[in-house]
């Protein structure tokens, strides 16, 4: 076994407690690096509140302080970027599901649906899916003049 392994084993608290703030100090890091900034953050703000409440040696401490300061600004423009990424995307979609609702189906669509529900005997309900591609084809319909 590794002697530092063996040391926090059977370690004094205060090397269960330093072993304990690094640990939390290495979980922001990897959770910045595995993309997720607000839990990050979070342990960023733990592993240095620790560090300052349980007096852990200055240069630890410092080091947490340290990488705290340098790592908050940027995970919270990611953040940022992330939330108008999706307030974006909901602002597209929300406008896409309104023109499709605006956008009337051509004749020659509305007579092949019709046609269509005639032949089976029965009411045809459509998907929300085959409705938007039908809309689709039928603007190209009008712009191409057919």
Do not use: C
Not at 74 to 79: A, D, H, N, P
Not at 95 to 121: C, E, F, H, W, Y
């Amino acid at each position: 076994e590794d002697p530092a392994e063996i040391e926090v084993k059977n370690g004094t608290e205060e090397t269960r407690i330093i072993t304990y703030g690094v640990a939390l100090y290495n979980l922001a890091v990897q959770l910045e690096f595995l993309g997720k900034w607000e839990q990050s953050m979070d342990s960023y703000d733990k592993a240095s509140t620790f560090a300052r409440s349980h007096n852990l040696p200055d240069q630890i401490r410092q080091h947490i302080k340290n990488a705290r300061t340098a790592a908050y600004p940027k995970l919270q423009r990611k953040i940022s970027k992330e939330k108008n990424i999706a307030h974006g995307r909901e602002q597209r979609e929300m406008a896409l599901s309104i023109s499709r609702a605006r956008t009337p189906l051509s004749k020659n669509r509305q007579q092949t649906i019709n046609n269509n529900r005639t032949k089976r005997g029965s009411t045809f309900n459509m998907s929300v899916d085959i409705e938007a591609k039908l809309r689709q084809w039928s603007m190209y319909d009008k712009a191409s003049g057919k």
